[in-house]
């Protein structure tokens, strides 16, 4: 139905749009049955933004990524609906090939595990130089691996540019991913949870490395279970729980007004003391109407059956989405808003209104 996604409207101007996702829907096949990992999911990420996924583990963050650029096992999943445009081009019809030249130029991916990123025969200056385009000679190839292992905090990088993934810590191995993954200068950035495995001061590292990065027009799409790190990070916020976006929005105005239930819930299952929500993903998510309604204090009877719940803008604020009936046109929302004074997560800087 075209009336799925009312509002909000467009979140990038035509011309400042790199990526493009559309109603995104990757099924797993497994000997149990088939999981809708990803079902219906649409965003964008303009040129030089960072965009964040959150949401618990099993929520599908994994998986929507690794579906825009074909880097899923297929079996067992499979991409079975949905369009995915990057700067114009169809990628889900693109060929291997296309995907291939595309995975090693413009968009780069670090993966959760990043040990299995890595090549254990080859060292890491070997890998990085492969990374590095072939208009450098291998010298100049050589000197910016080693300044890229300096970006990423790689100490001694002059010499540890010969170590073999083996001799990295888990850690180390994790910032070398990274710096092959930045090596081709990629338009956009898919990283993975990142700043997992790495102690707090390579963290602020990272994050002021992948700050730099935007600053010089690189659009980053990141995913995260750090909610303090989506906090020094993001312009926008997209909240996934049962393999669709509940809640889209600005950093500021998700944090001052999670509106969501599940957003409600997941900034309050964040305390300062553990630095991830700890919720985890319950089998039994319902695959029609709202996802969450099994856990929601506000389930009414609409929330079952049918679609998820259109995107509705909250409030006047036509860039922050949220599905959920409680916000459609004959709904009050007052009750579930009124919920979310208390759900605030983090403060993002400075006294909050
Ligand atoms: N290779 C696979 N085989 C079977 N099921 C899978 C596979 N990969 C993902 N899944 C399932 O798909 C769903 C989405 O997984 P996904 O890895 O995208 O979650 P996530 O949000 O990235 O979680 P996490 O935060 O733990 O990384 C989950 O139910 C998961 O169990
Ligand atoms: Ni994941």
């Known amino acids: 139905m075209s009336t799925r996604h009312p509002s909000p409207g467009p979140e990038q101007a035509e011309s400042n749009r790199l990526l493009s996702v559309n109603d995104l829907r990757t099924d797993i096949r497994t000997d149990q049955g088939t999981i809708r990992a990803v079902d219906g999911v649409s965003f964008e990420v303009g040129r030089g933004e960072t965009v964040c996924l959150v949401g618990e583990s099993g929520s599908g963050k994994s998986v929507t990524c690794r579906s825009l650029t074909g880097i899923l096992p297929e079996p067992p999943a ?77 100490p001694r990088a002059d010499s540890r540019i010969d170590d073999y993934p083996h001799e990295f810590s888990g850690g180390m191995c994790q910032r070398a991913a990274i710096a092959i993954a930045l090596a081709s200068d990629p338009e956009l950035l898919i990283a993975d949870e990142p700043t997992t495995a790495v102690d707090v001061t390579v963290q602020a590292r990272l994050i002021e490395l992948l700050r730099g990065l935007t600053d010089d027009g690189t659009s980053v799409l990141l995913i995260t279970h750090d909610l303090r790190v989506a906090a020094a990070l993001a312009d926008r916020l997209l909240v996934m729980y049962g393999g669709t976006i509940v809640e889209r929005g600005p950093l500021e105005e998700l944090f001052d007004r999670p509106a969501h239930p599940y957003t409600q819930a997941l900034f309050e299952s964040y305390t300062g003391c553990s630095s991830r929500g700890d919720r985890t993903a319950r089998r039994d998510v319902p695959t029609a109407g ?64």
């Open 78 to 154: 499979d991409v079975v609906g949905g369009s995915v445009e990057f700067d114009g081009q169809s990628l889900l019809e693109a060929d291997d090939e296309q995907l291939r030249r595309i995975r090693g130029d413009r968009i780069a991916h670090v993966f959760q595990s990043p040990q299995s990123a890595l090549d254990p025969v080859y060292t890491i200056g070997d890998q990085l130089v492969e990374a590095i385009t072939i208009h450098n000679t291998a010298s100049a190839a050589r000197e910016r691996a080693i300044n890229l292992l300096r970006r990423v905090g790689i």
């Open 290 to 353: 709202c996802r969450f309604r099994a856990e929601c204090r506000h389930a009414v009877d609409t929330c079952v059956g049918g679609e998820q719940p259109p995107s509705y803008a909250v409030g006047d604020r036509e860039t922050h989405g949220v599905s959920c009936v409680h916000y459609g046109p004959d709904r009050d929302p007052t009750p579930v808003l009124a919920d979310a004074a208390a759900a605030r997560p983090v403060s993002t800087e400075g006294d909050d209104d």
